[in-house]
């Protein structure tokens, strides 16, 4: 079954240490998003793909940084620049974007990352 | 920028009752979805509106776009624990286009006694 995998699930770090987080789709969507969940703030987003080897900044890019490599592939890292890194990291991707119909956003299973 | 606001922010309701949850919008909508999470997972999508005036329904829930489409809600019928949850609204920021970069509602979390 197709489908979006992040990992690990939970993630624990220390404070000043930088922190890879994964995510693989396997459905052959162009375009990747990463978004952050705090608690009573719903999702806000961090870094998107459109297309491979492109990215841009979404609404809270300070602290982080990705790559796209390959289609199926959209790594985020979590620096030590980043100042309140404690949180649920959803990764998700869709069909279409641009001129095409609207279609949903399908996420993965999320990764919890906490930095002490 | 656009907002979206939430209401209730939570919920419990005694199973087999029904129950709204809204999603009110600072401007216009032109696509809006529908989302339910389980704590601590992914989100799992629902339902998209795009007319106003539109209704979806799925099994027992149901969503409605406003004329206006200013305003959504999500109606659920005869509730059921397998419905409690985090209801979440989202749209995309850029309006009529279609980027994928969708601002989300604060979230509706919903308990279902048995």
């Not at chain 1, 990215?55 to 790559?67: L, P, T, W």
């Amino acid at each position: 079954d197709g489908g979006i995998t992040q990992s690990p699930k939970y993630l624990f770090r220390k404070e000043g240490q930088n922190v890879t987080l994964s995510c693989e789709q396997n459905l052959n969507h162009d375009a990747m998003y990463w978004y952050r969940q705090d608690p009573g703030q719903g999702l806000r987003l961090i870094y998107y793909s459109q297309i491979v080897n492109d990215f841009q900044k979404g609404d809270i890019a300070e602290g982080y940084s990705v790559s796209r490599e390959k289609k199926e592939s959209f790594p985020l890292t979590v620096t030590s620049a980043q100042k309140n890194p404690t949180a649920f990291y959803l990764c998700a991707s869709t069909s279409s974007w641009g001129t095409g119909p609207q279609s949903p956003l399908h996420f993965g299973n999320g990764t919890r990352l906490t930095v002490t | 920028s656009q907002e979206l606001e939430q209401s209730p922010q939570s919920l419990i309701v005694q199973e087999g009752k029904n129950l709204t949850i809204n999603c009110t919008s600072s401007k216009t909508l032109y696509g809006l979805y529908w989302y339910k999470q389980k704590y601590g997972e992914g989100l799992i999508f629902l339902m998209m509106l795009q007319k106003g005036g539109e209704e979806k329904s799925h099994e027992k829930i149901t969503a409605k776009l406003d004329e206006k489409k200013q305003q959504s809600s999500l109606h659920i019928t005869a509730s059921q624990p397998s419905h409690a949850g985090i209801y979440l609204c989202g749209a995309d920021q850029k309006g009529s286009s279609n980027t994928g970069k969708l601002i989300f509602g604060q979230g509706t979390t919903l308990q279902v006694k048995p």
